[in-house]
Every structure is written in C-alpha cells, then in structure tokens.
C-alpha cells in the first residue's frame, strides 16, 4: 500500500495528493510519471505525472483532474488510506541542460508535470519563462511555484476571469518575435494546446518539446497501447517518450487514440470540444495571415 | 482386445501389443458452442480411469526418449509407472522433483513437439498424435495433488537447505522466475522477487486467457514459493524503481537473475497501424486477462466494442486473442496467417479448439495495409495471397506473395500477434549490460550475462518462447547461481 499523506483540492476538478513512495521519491527525475491503480482485481491502471517529490519524506506529489471513473476513487481516498498500486518513476527524464532561453508551456493540469521540468531548467542556469493557461480563473493551478521559479510568468485565461485573456500560443508568439528568439520550448497540456503550440513556434524554428499522456495499462513497454507516430515512425510513449518533438509528432492520430474507448456518442461530444480548438485553428489561420 | 477394468486390474502385466492397443484418451472439453461465451476452461481433464488407461499405453521403453524432449527433463516413464497404479501422489513427487509448476506445463507446454515428438509408442504407431499423452497426465497427476492440498492433505513441505545468508534477487515472477526462486530457496538462499505488475505470474496472469490457464493455479503456485519463504515485491520496476546495479551494490543482493520477459509487440510496419481499433495482442490479452475487462459490470478498464475481428499471426498467443475476442462477444473472428496450417506454431490443441469454436482461418493470406473509416478507426485490411516455396533457414516452406492478388475485407478491428521485440528498458539503464541487436541479453551456457553476479533467462533472452522454455532457462540459471554462491 502506498499512504496518502496529503490531500488537497485545488479546483471543483483537481487534487493533489501527497503519496508515500519512497524509491520513486528518490529515483524519479523531471518528466518522469507514475501509473496508479486504485483497486488491484477491477481497477484501471492510468498515467499520472509526478508534480514533486520529497526524497526525505518519501513522498511524491501527484495532481489530477477527476475526468473518469478511476480519477473520481481516487479523489474519493482520504488522507491515512492506501493506494495499492503505484509504478514508477517511468519514461524517460527530460533532458536537463543549459539551452539559454527556454519557454515552459503549461495548460490546465499540464502544469503539474511542467513543475518539475521548469524547476530542473532554471536549476541548469536557463532563463525560464512560464506560462500558465487555464479555461478560467478557477482551473488555474500552482501559480505560486512557478512564480517562485520564473524569471517572466505569464499567466492567461481563455475568458479573461484571470490574468491576461488570452490563449497560450499568443504570449508564445510573442516570445518567438523577440531576439533572441526561444532556444527551447517545453509545451504539456491537453493534446490540442500542444498541437498548436508546435504550429505557433514551427514557423520560427524554435526546438519544441511536448510530453504525451496516452492511454496506457503496464507503463514499461509491454502493450504498446500508449503508441504514437512520431515522424512516420512508431514510437511507444512509456518508453521512448513521453517527450517528443513536437513538430514531428502526429497530433490528429494521437487525438483520436486518446478517443478510442469513448462511445459514438461522447465523440461526437469531443468533436464539439475539438471545435474549442477550432478556435485556435482560426487563431494559427490568423498568425499566418499576419505573414509568418 | 482387453477391458477397461481388465487393463486396470494388473497393468504392470500388460505386454507391448497389449498397451499399442489401447485407445488414446480424449480429452473431455467443454462443448464448443457453451464454452466461447464463457471464460471457464477449455479442457476439463481426465477421469481418474481416463489417466489410468493412458498412462498404460507407456511401453516403459528402455530409452525413454520422452525425458530427453523435456526442456527440465522430467522423469516420465517414472511417474507414469505410479500413475497407472493410482499413486498419483507419489507420481505427482515424482514430477516436482524437476518441474515446479506441472499443473500450469500440463497445460500450456507444446507436447507435440517436446516430450510427446520422440515417443517410442507414437513412432511405433506412426503419428505423433498417438503418442502417450505425458501433458494430460501431468496435468492429471497435478490436478489430483492441488484437490488433495485443497481437502486439506498434507504435502510434505519442501526440504530447504541450512541458511547460507546469502540473498538472491530475482526479477520478474513469470515462469522463470518463478523456476529460479524455488530452486535457488532450496539451496538455502534467501530470496525476494521483484515484479513490475500488481499481481504475480507475468505472462501466466496477463497473457495467457483464463479459459486455457486459470489464474487460481498461478495463485496457489505463488503461494507455495511464498510458504517456502520467497518474498515478492510487487509494484517494482527494476531499472527504474531500482537500478539494477544497485540491487547488488547498495541493496546487499548477492546475485541477480533477470526474467523480465519479451517486451515492446512487433506490429507490421504497414500504413494504418496507428488507427484506433488496431492491439498489440499484448494489449488485448492484458486488458481482458490481468485487468479483466471480460466483466464489463465490475472492471473499470474499457474494452472495444468490437464486432469482426482480425487476428494476424499464427502462434499460441494469436490463437488466445482470437479466442478471446470470441468470448468477448466479436460476431466474426478470422486468424489471417501467411502460412498453412502445417507451419503454424501454435499449439496444436489450440488451433484444434479455435477451429471448433468456430474461429475462422484465412491461410496463405497477408495484410498490406490497413485502411480507415475516415474518422480514425479501423474499417478493414487490404490482404495479399502468399503460395508457399523454398523452405527458408528455419526449414518451413517460405511464404511468397502473389503479385495483383490483394483483396479489401472489412474488419472493425486488428489484432496484431507477430511476437516480441525485447524490451530496452534494462540495457538502456544499466551500463555494461551486453545485448543482441534485437536487445536480447547476450548470456553464456549457464545463463551468466556480462554483468558480474547478474543471469538471465527466458523470453528476455529467447526472445517469445514458451512457459517450459523459460523454466529450462532458469533451472540452469539457478544450478549456477547457487554453485556461485556455495563457492
């Protein structure tokens, strides 16, 4: 079993929990997850980045959004109880080096697995820029630590409840014009942000990475369910990612995996939701009329 | 032509011509028709007369070619000769001297080509298909051991050597690991297996389905090395959780055996494998055996809904999927293999049962590509006829293509059962760990990989093998191990 020992909700949708786990306390490195199982005969197995880690506590940090049936037992444990599976730290570590200037993306719950990932950046000597992107004010999770860590923190809001209004991929436009220009940008967040972010900085040449969250069940290479085409090439999330270039990846097939097991009818509710992302098509449709 | 009764009244009197005559036993199934819409055994096992009378047919030969087809080389004349005469336990004895796990090998082990392939009884009646049917019965003899244990008999409690203080790690808790930890525990090792998944068994619980293998005896065969003192780590990723090296570094490990099984599914390299609706039959398998996806009511993991199956392969594990898929209430499932059935190298009985159960095989026949249905998911396959010519260096007949022969059929799902590549995760993170170019753990004839005090064995070094390959592989590890430790 593997105590909680912290517990609390950041948003109507989104806790994070403090987790006893001693040797992924200390092995897991930023960009790293966890896949967690709630019930051992029926549960499910999923994915969960790894926000922070206290090697002298043994804990890790994990933050979520309840978005199924899994997500919503877990939220449900209380602080003192178990979780009987954790396995971890997977995938591989980002690559941690002095690049100059960097640009973390994070979007929504994206942020949490940005957190470590920034942290180790600016450790590296990097300037860090941050921004955080949220739907609304209230879905808007750990500004204060990324503060603590940005040189610049940006922080939008699709309806403007928040900071700027704005999506992520204008202040990242922005930061491309400037000179010098990004030497790397770092975008986690809901596939369709991602998606956008590699087609708002393609047009500048600046390196993007993107960490990929797939459905999957082992986590260590085995299923092959996590699989994603990235420059024409298959490539398992679990163990050759779970970050990728961007610009190479293949973000509709990814999309429509991460679609596979929802009902005709929850499509076509995610097809309305894709038209959300209609609206950033408009918005990369009007970059590259404004002459990129 | 003797009675039943009259065979059993005094078998040891039996001559040769009298054994040759008795009629190979039939395995009892399920009707075809019941069981592929439920998850119970196939097989249901011999009556006790059943195995006497099989176990009569053994001619006792001389030779007993069969121990040599054994991958752990199980005495089977002997415990045949205590099968035929109702001793079942001292036959089931007989059987642990050398195999760990007889009720899981009685099952899953291709017969046909191991021990049953040599029979002198089989040869001398001129198919190997009459060959004493030595995995019935140990499946039998195995089975009435598990009812005894059940009844509450007791077992003699396996002797385990003095306590050396010496610790052994063992990683991954599939078969030969499960081989590994037993064996080297009776030199008086102390033993702690590590195990990615949250259950113990690695392939016996994920891979193979229920209906061939149920999961109570994986249960009852961990139980056992448990009484025995092992001691399991589930949840544990070695080369992530922990470094291998650290295990003997900084852990107080003296020996490592690695047993982490075939990883990363090989798929086709064909456009359209990334469609939603194509499985790695990894994937398809784990979902509905280890996650049990088959109970819709109580399983939080989803299932695709899928209606006309195709599975692509001809192995044991293309045989589970498709039978899986059936079970799982596919209206049509269809085994596209490029070869025929004389090259398959599934199980014989499977392919036999797969057949019964109304599993439709497309021979000589292979997927191009696999096309869409315009929103992402699977519509169907493009298949290629094949004519077989020259055999190649495996010696079957090498498949050919025919040029202009591809047809469109409509599938809404693929399930792709073409093997394993290794998985890399290990040699990625552990330095000085030699590999092949296909990341197999390069080990020498005692298993011992280039990494000082660290074996390995099974799939991760065969490649996807078998249940009893893999058990071969670790009793070898294992008489090493425990030579290196007492040394």
Known sequence: MFTITGKRQLSAEVYRIEVEAPLIARQRQAGQFVIVQTD?????????????ADPAAGTISLIFQTVGASTHRLADLAVGSGIPAVLGPLGNPTHIDKFGKVVCVGGGIGVAPMHPIAQALKRAGNHVTIIIGARNRELIIMEEEMGTIADDLIVVTDDGSYGRKALVTEPLKELCQMDPKPDLVVAIGPPIMMKFCAETTRPFGVHTLASLNTIMIDGTGMCGGCRVEVAGATKFVCVDGPEFDAHLVDWNSMMSRLRAYKSAEDSAHAAVHAEGGCRLDQVVADLKKGGL | MLSNAEILRDPSSLGPRERMAIAVQDMPCQEPAIRATNMEEVALGYSEEQARLEAARCLQCKTAPCIAGCPVGIDIPGFLAETVVGRYAEAAAIIRLTNLLPAICGRVCPQEVQCQAPCTLGKALKSVDKAVQIGRLERFVADREREAIAGGAVVAAVSLAPATGKRVAVVGSGPAGLTVAADVRRAGHEVVIFEAFQKVGGVMVYGIPEFRLPKAIVREEAAKLEAMGVRFELNTLVGRTRPLQAL???????????????????????????????????????????????????????????????????????????????????????????????????????????????????????????????????????????????????????????????????????????????NPLLAKTTPGLKVDKWSHILVDGEQRTSMDRIWAGGDIVLGAATVILAMGEGRRAAVSINRFLAG
């Not at chain 2, 019964?356 to 292979?366: K, P, S, V």
């Open chain 2, 248 to 422: 003997l570094d900084e852990e107080g490990f003296d020996a490592v055996f690695v047993g982490v099984g075939a990883g990363l599914p090989k798929f086709m390299n064909i456009p359209g494998e990334i469609l939603v609706g194509v499985f790695s039959a990894n994937e398809y398998l784990t979902r509905a055996n280890l996650m049990k996806a088959w109970d819709r009511q109580k399983a939080a993991t989803p299932l695709y809904p899928s209606q006309r199956v195709a599975v692509l392969g001809g192995g044991n594990v293309a045989m589970d999927a498709a039978r899986m898929a059936l079970r799982l209430g596919a209206a049509e499932v269809h085994v596209l293999y490029r070869r025929t059935r004389a090259e398959m190298p599934a199980r014989a009985e499977e392919v036999g049962h797969a057949m019964e159960e109304g599993i439709q095989f497309q021979f000589l026949t292979n997927p191009v590509e696999i096309y869409g249905n315009g929103e992402g998911r699977v519509a169907g396959v493009v298949a290629q006829a094949y004519q077989l010519g020259e055999p190649d260096e495996s010696g079957r007949r090498r498949p050919v293509a025919i040029p202009g022969s591809e047809r469109k059929q409509d599938f809404d799902t693929v399930i792709v059962a073409l093997g394993n590549e290794s």
């Open chain 1, 40 to 52: 051992i005969e029926w549960g499910e197995r999923i994915p969960l980045t790894i926000a922070d």
